[in-house]
């Protein structure tokens, strides 16, 4: 089964949130956010409650876009890879385009504009999410929480707390 992956980097919202909306209504869709030192756990946490509001979960991994991209692939054959362009954030959008050309996917990079409702996520159900595990120091400089991703299973993931937040593995 192909996917469309739906890149989150500093947009932490579903809502209006364009490239969410069109890969949603095309085909299955995981929600990737590599996780980068100085991300707010708090943050992270507060889109995947609102990701889950619509059935979703994010996917978290750490590392390289290109190399969350190529695990993804693997097991899922990416099709689409959906993002908001980011000013700054240039050379990584570059990354991805090459790879979604290498891989015969389409990369849909769209300037935040007019929003769009996001009513239902489908997830395949098969993806290994990844979770926050230990959460780590926070840094003095930058006031961000440095988080691990883990390799929790989606059977696991599935026994989340009430609350609907990331859950910690010890």
Do not use: Y
């Amino acid at each position: 089964m192909s996917v469309h992956v739906v890149w989150f980097r500093s947009d932490r919202f579903v809502q209006g949130h364009a490239p969410l909306a069109r890969a949603a209504a095309l085909s299955p869709v995981i929600c990737l956010h590599v996780v980068n030192p100085g991300d707010a756990r708090e943050a992270v946490e507060a889109l995947d409650a609102q990701l889950v509001e619509v059935g979703g979960r994010l996917t978290l991994r750490q590392g390289s876009v290109v190399a969350a991209l190529e695990e993804l692939h693997e097991r899922h054959r990416v099709a689409a890879v959906w993002a908001h362009h980011e000013d700054g954030d240039e050379e990584r959008e570059a990354q991805v385009s090459t790879w979604t050309r290498q891989h015969g996917a389409a990369f849909k990079l769209l300037v935040r504009g007019a929003p769009e409702r996001v009513l239902r996520v489908q997830v395949p159900s098969n993806v290994d999410h990844g979770v926050w595990r230990d959460v780590v120091v926070a840094t003095r400089d930058t006031g961000g929480v440095v988080g691990e991703p883990g390799g929790v299973e989606l059977g696991q993931q599935r026994k989340r707390v009430a609350s609907g937040r990331l859950p910690v593995t010890p």
